[in-house]
T-cell receptor, first 114, second 110 residues
Framework: DTGVSQNPRHKITKRGQNVTFRCDPI?????LYWYRQTLGQGPEFLTYFQNEAQLEKSRLLSDRFSAERPKGSFSTLEIQRTEQGDSAMYLC????????????FGPGTRLTVT | QKEVEQDPGPLSVPEGAIVSLNCTYS??????FMWYRQYSRKGPELLMYTYSSGNKEDGRFTAQVDKSSKYISLFIRDSQPSDSATYLCATLNRDDKIIFGKGTRLHILP
């Protein structure tokens, strides 16, 4: 399978717990993006990497959120001390750096904070 | 004003009809325009992108950009029940970020 994969697909956690999500991009793509999508809204940009370098973070990304891409391949997104407002679909996408408009998305991780 | 505006629907049309989905955008400097399809509880899937004005066709799908009115359209011919999904329009803004509309929910009635 050459698409973007994400794990887990679903995560239910209690408020205050930490969660970590993983994204494996398309292998030839060196740009990797994280988005958040809530019901009835389009995806909103959170952060992106080019290879292992995190180049930009959105104002939406509070200091409870951290993302890494240690070897320029897979990426993890961690949320510390989860809040109910963190409940959303977390989407990962990847692209070539010269084709920013052509991003390919994974299936997403649906987070429910109870 | 939001950078991309899209009517959330839902839009219901009978099978076989031509579907027209529309968005407006705010900044005349935007050059790349995309349409994504998203099935329930799945990630968005890139359908097609266009650069600047004009039309682009791919099978039953046609994307159209009118830069004079800042209007983006997606037409689906011979619509099928499998086309039932949420359609997201998007553009690449000045910071090279993809900005999405809210999505339009489309139902094709058999």
């Amino acid at each position: 399978d050459t698409g973007v994969s994400q794990n887990p697909r679903h995560k239910i956690t209690k408020r205050g717990q930490n969660v970590t999500f993983r994204c494996d991009p398309i292998s030839e793509h060196n740009r990797l993006y994280w988005y958040r999508q809530t019901l009835g809204q389009g995806p909103e940009f959170l952060t992106y990497f080019q290879n292992e370098a995190q180049l930009e973070k959105s104002r939406l990304l509070s200091d409870r959120f951290s993302a890494e891409r240690p070897k320029g391949s897979f990426s993890t997104l961690e949320i510390q001390r989860t809040e109910q407002g963190d409940s959303a679909m977390y989407l990962c996408a990847s692209s070539f750096p010269g084709e920013l408009y052509e991003q390919y998305f994974g299936p997403g991780t649906r987070l429910t904070v109870t | 004003q939001k950078e991309v505006e899209q009517d959330p629907g839902p839009l219901s049309v009978p099978e076989g009809a031509i579907v027209s989905l529309n968005c407006t955008y705010s900044n005349s400097a935007f050059q790349y325009f995309m349409w994504y399809r998203q099935y329930s509880r799945k990630g968005p899937e890139l359908l097609m992108y266009t650069y600047s004005s004009g039309n682009k066709e791919d099978g039953r799908f046609t994307a159209q950009v009118d830069k004079s009115s800042k209007y983006i359209s997606l037409f689906i011919r011979d619509s099928q029940p499998s086309d039932s999904a949420t359609y997201l329009c998007a553009t690449l803004n000045r910071d090279d970020k993809i900005i999405f509309g809210k999505g339009t929910r489309l139902h094709i009635l058999p």
